[in-house]
């Protein structure tokens, strides 16, 4: 902006919030902030808690940043400093133990000043090159192959085809007034088939430290070789990182995985992060319908029961659930651990997880023949 | 932007508020608030929530208030626009066509169109409400579909040309956020996001919209549902299965079964999962002891 806007006054400081706002990544548009003036001239001076309610209304920040919406607001209209950092925590992370207080997101970050710490991890996440190039070419197997393979579903539109169930009235109908209303061939439709949705619960824990890396490019691949696919890593919480890996570059959307997930390399709860993530209906609804493939090695250091119990649940939930493990790589494999032997007889998959080319190849038979 | 600030005599947000609650429906502020600049900043309004906090009541009541015709617009996976917009009569243009014989006819007349909600509510905007009922269940390419159709409130037809809508209208859309919107639908809207409703409005809520329920019940039930909601169920119970809890145990007690046993007899109407039912009945009793203290 080269000239200075000549704003009234007052109108100024609702502005100037809006900046605020985007600052700390809350996208609002011009027509929005329009809206935002339009709104408090409407409702005129009453309280602070109006106008809170209008930019609510017309800025429309998203439920789960409510908390950082809200103390944005009073820093900037009554400039307290009496907030309350605990529970101001994006929806996205879903914590499964009280770990003492954790940071509170940091207000007017940017990239530079980021805490030195997880800088430091998601660079070591990015530096790390490839064990062997056999995992490099599983990933451009996959990305190559993922569309045409992945399972689809029946969706609800029709398309022409040369049989199908329906008849194409419309298009018979046109040429049938191109030929003075004989109808000289019926056109056909069907079902169109759609990408069906994929869901992959990733395991971050110290347990499954050797193949986190990888695991997190290959769901990097995935997300960006075929549409609707939902990840989220679980450890001692659970995080939603589907949005950071929709970034195209991967260095750039594994460090802004980095900075969202907190509990690489910690404990594992296994049950209890499936749980949480069933509990939530806006996650728990990815699973429906979906091809969930979850990459555990099911050592679980909590209750087996809830384990169980949300492997059940999950798996009447999705169309297919494959558990993959890193245990599994012997054709021979029986399992060993607690959770695994009762989990066996509820998901429809039970293979090797241990290294990215097996993970793919399981990942591209999908689309084909249930497992028995 | 047209900016009209008094709407049928609603010229604030608590005037909306009351006459919300004569179509018997509490609002709370940022609702109120919601609709009422919705309604004169001409947007649409956006309500987003969990399953059974009334979103799609609070658009019923917001027509009832204008005194307009609800239409309403469901959306599934797969919708398209001949289900949302118009379709046009197949067999009777066909028809029309073989007893035509040597005369001309227009096969694309108004008798051979079949309006859709989204084209009813375009052609009379000052009579209707229009309602597009959770968005979240259409693809992407109906979300962009509609992104255009909220923008400019008009509708081309390939062969009838363009049909504008008088004034704007006034649409609600819904949302149980089983996936993210796309931020520009988010834009063109005024937004809210409903929460559950705190205790003392729900109690109030159950009485009003159950035939006879003591205030007792109504308090005993909302705080034995509030506790519900807490628990970690695959389909927490919304407000109106706690209006019918309510009136399921007063009906069990009015033929002779005692206080808590009501409650608990009538679990069914408020959970509707044999797993949630399992998973809770051990706690149960507790529960509504609780609760009903």
Redo the contacts between chains.
């Keep these: 902006m080269s000239e200075e806007l000549q704003l009234p006054r007052a109108a100024r400081v609702f502005v100037s919030f809006v900046a605020l706002l985007r600052v700390n990544g809350f996208?609002v548009?011009p027509?929005?902030t329009?809206?935002f003036l339009?709104?408090i001239?409407?409702?005129g001076p009453r309280s602070l808690?109006?106008i809170r309610?209008?930019g609510?209304?017309?800025l429309?920040p998203p439920?789960e940043r409510?908390a950082t919406y809200d103390r944005l607001f009073d820093i900037h209209f009554i400039g307290s400093k009496a907030i309350d950092p605990a529970g101001a925590e994006d929806e996205e992370v879903v914590r499964l133990q009280e770990e003492g207080r954790g940071e509170d997101e940091t207000l007017l970050a940017d990239e530079a000043n980021e805490s030195g710490l997880v800088a430091a991890r998601a660079e070591a996440l990015v530096e790390r090159r490839f064990a062997a190039s056999a995992t490099g070419d599983a990933l451009r197997r996959l990305s190559r192959e993922a569309p045409a393979r992945l399972p689809r579903r029946r969706?609800?539109?029709r398309m022409r085809a040369r049989r199908g169930p329906w008849a194409d009235?419309?298009r018979?109908?046109r040429e049938?007034?191109r030929n003075d209303?004989e109808?000289l061939r019926l056109g056909r439709l069907k079902r169109r088939e759609?990408p069906r949705k994929v869901l992959l619960l990733i395991d971050v824990s110290g347990s499954m430290k050797g193949r986190t890396d990888d695991n997190m490019k290959l769901a990097h691949a995935l997300s960006h070789a075929v549409p609707h696919v939902e990840v989220f890593t679980f450890g001692t919480r659970l995080t939603r990182v589907t949005r950071a890996l929709r970034l195209k570059r991967r260095e750039q959307a594994l460090s802004a995985a980095a900075h969202l997930v907190s509990d690489w390399d910690g404990g594992t709860r296994i049950g209890d992060a499936l749980?949480?993530f069933?509990?939530v209906?806006?996650f728990?609804?990815?699973a429906r319908g979906a091809a969930v493939i979850i990459l555990s090695d099911g050592l679980e250091r909590g209750d087996p029961s809830a384990l169980q119990d949300a492997v059940a649940?999950l798996s009447r939930r999705a169309w297919r659930l494959s558990w993959l493990t890193p245990l599994a790589a012997g054709p021979g494999f029986q399992p060993q651990t607690e959770a695994l032997i009762a989990i066996r007889r509820l998901v429809d998959d039970l293979v090797d997880g241990g290294s990215t080319a097996a993970i793919v190849s399981h990942v591209l038979s999908l689309g084909q023949r249930k497992a028995a | 932007m047209t900016v009209r600030g008094n709407i049928v005599g609603i010229d604030s947000p608590e005037a909306l508020e009351r006459a919300l609650r004569t179509a018997y429906y509490l609002a709370d502020d940022g609702l109120a608030t919601a609709a009422y600049l919705g309604l004169a900043l001409g947007k649409p309004l956006l309500l987003e929530g969990a399953p059974g906090v009334g979103k799609t009541e609070a658009a019923k009541a917001i027509a009832a208030v204008l005194g307009r015709r609800l239409i309403r617009l469901q959306c599934y996976e797969g919708i398209d626009a001949s289900a949302a917009l118009y379709e046009w009569n197949y067999p009777r243009q066909m028809l029309a066509i073989r007893q035509a014989g040597e005369e001309t006819i227009d096969i694309y007349g108004e008798t051979f169109l079949i309006e859709r909600p989204m084209l009813a509510s375009l052609r009379a905007p000052d009579s209707t409400v229009l309602l597009i009922d959770e968005i979240d269940r259409a693809d992407q390419e109906f979300e962009a579909f509609l992104l255009e159709f909220l923008s400019d409130f008009q509708i081309s037809i390939p062969e009838r040309g363009t049909v504008r809508a008088a004034e704007r209208p006034v649409v609600v859309l819904t949302s149980n956020r089983t996936r993210d919107l796309h931020e520009a639908l988010r834009r063109r809207c005024v937004y809210h996001w409903i929460e559950y409703p705190t205790a003392e409005r729900e109690a109030r809520i159950v009485m009003m919209r159950a035939s006879s329920v003591a205030e007792a019940t109504a308090r005993a039930v909302v705080a034995a549902v509030g506790k519900l909601r807490r628990e970690p169920l695959s389909k927490a119970p919304g407000i109106a299965e706690a209006v019918d809890w309510a009136e399921a145990a007063t009906l069990l007690h009015a033929r002779g079964a005692r206080w808590p046993d009501a409650f608990k007899r009538s679990i069914g109407v408020a959970l509707k999962d044999e797993e949630d039912l399992t998973f809770i009945s051990s706690r149960l009793d507790a529960l509504i002891a609780e609760a009903a203290a």
């Design positions: 996208a548009a027509e929005q329009t809206a339009a709104a001239e409407l409702l808690e109006a309610l209008a609510l209304a017309t429309a439920p409510r969706g609800h539109r009235l419309r018979t109908l049938s007034v209303g109808v759609r749980q949480a069933l509990a209906p806006r728990g609804s990815y649940k």
